[in-house]
């Protein structure tokens, strides 16, 4: 019975067992889910039902004002990570099987346990509890340490749960051979049992009342795709409406949307990566361990830290176990009262929001015209607060994309009166080979593996976000169960999403020093070519004292909106038909374009981009001069589809200048399944479940 029809308010829990790897502990997508009255409670992202500008079925993330990048401190959203690539995973997982084929996967696995259940009772050992699933609890006394010692020795982990009880799970990999040697190996010399006789004598371990009635996946996409063929195909019309990486760049900022490369990724298809269990004896896992260490090294040397955690899953966890650390230590020397964070304007968006969560206090400082934190203001709130003052959260570069020339300055006067200095890494692709924040001050910083160091993340998801210390908060760092320092976990796994760890591996190793400061130099130098390019039809909102920006910079589209009606919104979707995925909108100004280029783009992919940037410049001094009408625009209906084109054309404008506004385009044009999408009718209609299958071809 599923928990809702018994009366749960919520419920979680791991999709892993939906065809993701163990991986020595992740990465897996979780599932929350809640009743209707709590929707816009709900932390992380969530994909809704909305329509289009022709009425039809589009899907979009809804209700986005919860996010942390508008409501800072009183976000709820980066209590967690969007696990996107294993959601799809576990998603095509119950699209291949579907009902039937889970519910046989299920039936199987249940009847297995229940077997073994049966004939372990034989040889008098107890099945603690009557109910069971999958996993059955034994009491095996003093017998215990025994058995462990006598099935490590034939390569079988069982669950140390107590001196006097183990544990064992089944699955679908699990066979009758597989539940023979279970039992030999507790049964010893004993006679073995007719398992084909238990297995039609025994019934099932789950009472009636927990059996469910209802039906599930009903919909047709999970009844129609059941074979690899058919799956293939669909994944494909699945991945032909994706405007992503493979297809152009990505200039979001903040996002650092970089290649990564197949060479990277091999490791991660692996065996041995893939079907360790976190907590396997620390004998079996020799080799994860070497490469952990191996990567904690080449993390400090990056960073100028001593010490690193590989656990956090995603940088906001990161963010989160930093300022705990900081917590912890503060407490250590018994100024526990220390709870003040002080927060740039310019800081990264997350930052208020786990300041809260860590039990901070947040005040906001300012910044000056050039997007750089005002000092004075600065000092004068450390000072005012220097009793309780536990920490300032500064983004170095910062996200308004550029170098605070004062960074220095600025972790003086934190330590000065008493606190500890947190730079966030989001933006450390500009940093590495060129700069270290454990040398200019910084006490803690994470690190986005999913972005500095090519952990794939298109689509939210999987992240890492190690926090890298100096020595003295190096103690405070998160532990595990399954560590000698077992405090402070904030992760189910001790080293996080460790089977994606092979990636920054391999990325560090082929890179070496001088090719991870090569990355650097050309990621800032692609984003002041696309700065220097634009700045004559766009102002660059914020550059350093040189006039330079750092590795992205912020495009100031607010005077448009003035002279045409022309809004930032607008220019983004018309991006889509220009080919490209809009950069980052309004973050972390109302209004702007933030852009990163990442070192990945070529200068010919670089000048396609500004080229497009440009002609949608002209298309707006074209609606200012009155050759294009204000409402009726390429811009203002935005993005075109190809069954608009071929329909009735009753625009102001030609079909070649909506869908081919630059020759290049007819190389390779990408074309947008919907129209506009419509947010705010999906706000105000917030539909989660699955349209039908029909919506889907309408669309």
Known sequence: TPPGEFGADVAIGS???????????????????????????????????????????????AMQTREQHIRREKATSNICTAQVLLANIASMFAVYHGPAGLKRIA???????????????????????????????????????????????QGINLRQIDAAHVGLSLDETTSQADVESLWQLIGGDQAQPDFNAL??????????????????????????????????????????????????????????????????????????FGNLHPFAPAEQSQGYLQMTTELEAMLCAATGYDAVSLQPNAGSQGEYAGLLAIRAYHRSRGEGHRDICLIPSSAHGTNPATAHM??????????????????????????????????????????????????????????????????????????????????????????????????????GGPGVGPIGVKSHLAPFLPGH???????????A???????????TWMYIRMMGG????????????????????????????????????????????RPLKDTSGISVDDVAKRLIDFGFHAPTMSFPVAGTLMIEPTESESKEELDRFCDAMIQIREEIRAVENGSLDKDDNPLKNAPHTAAELVGEWAHGYSREQAVYPLPSLVEGKYWPPVGRVDNVFGDRNLVCACPSIESYQDA
């Open 15 to 61: 999709a892993q067992r939906f065809g993701v790897p163990l991986g020595f502990g992740g990465p897996h997508a979780a599932y929350f889910s809640t009743r209707d009255a709590f929707k816009r409670d709900m932390p992380g992202r969530l994909v809704g039902v909305s329509i289009d500008r022709f009425g039809k079925t589009a899907l979009r993330l």
């Open 107 to 153: 039936e199987r696995t249940h009847a297995l346990t229940a077997i073994l259940a049966a004939g372990l009772k034989t040889l008098g050992v107890q099945v603690v509890g009557a109910s069971a699933f999958d996993t059955l609890t034994l009491a095996t006394g003093s017998a215990t340490a025994s058995l462990h010692d006598k099935a490590r020795a």
């Open 199 to 272: 297995a039609a004598s025994t019934g099932s371990l789950l009472p009636a009342a927990l059996l469910r009635q209802s039906a599930i996946l009903s919909h047709p996409v999970f009844n129609r795709y059941h074979s690899e063929t058919e799956l293939m195909r669909y994944l494909r019309r699945l991945a032909d409406k994706d405007l992503a990486l493979d297809r152009s760049m990505i200039p979001l900022g903040s996002c650092t949307m970089k290649l990564n490369a197949a060479s990277e990724m091999i490791p991660v298809t692996w065996a041995e």
């Open 358 to 459: 860590a039990g901070m206090r947040v005040v906001v400082t300012a910044c000056d015209a050039r997007g750089n934190v005002d000092v004075e203001d600065l000092r004068a709130k450390a000072i005012e607060h220097r009793e309780r003052l536990a920490a300032i959260m500064i983004t170095y570069p910062s996200t308004h994309g550029v170098f605070e020339e004062a960074i220095g300055e600025i972790c003086a006067i934190i330590h000065d009166n008493g606190g500890q200095v947190y730079i966030d890494g989001a933006n450390m692709n500009a940093m590495v080979g060129l700069c270290a924040p454990g040398k200019f001050g910084g006490d803690v910083s994470h690190l986005n593996l999913h972005k500095t160091f090519c952990i794939p993340h298109g689509g």
């Open 481 to 491: 169960a399954q560590l000698e320092n077992t405090e402070g976990a904030v992760c």
């Open 493 to 503: 796994a001790p080293f996080g999403s460790a089977s994606i760890l092979p990636i």
């Open 514 to 557: 001088a090719g991870l400061k090569r990355a650097s130099q050309m990621a800032i130098l692609n984003a002041n070519y696309i700065a220097r390019r634009l700045e004559e039809h766009y102002p660059v909102l914020y550059t350093g004292g040189n006039g330079l920006v750092a590795h992205e910079c912020i495009l100031d589209l």
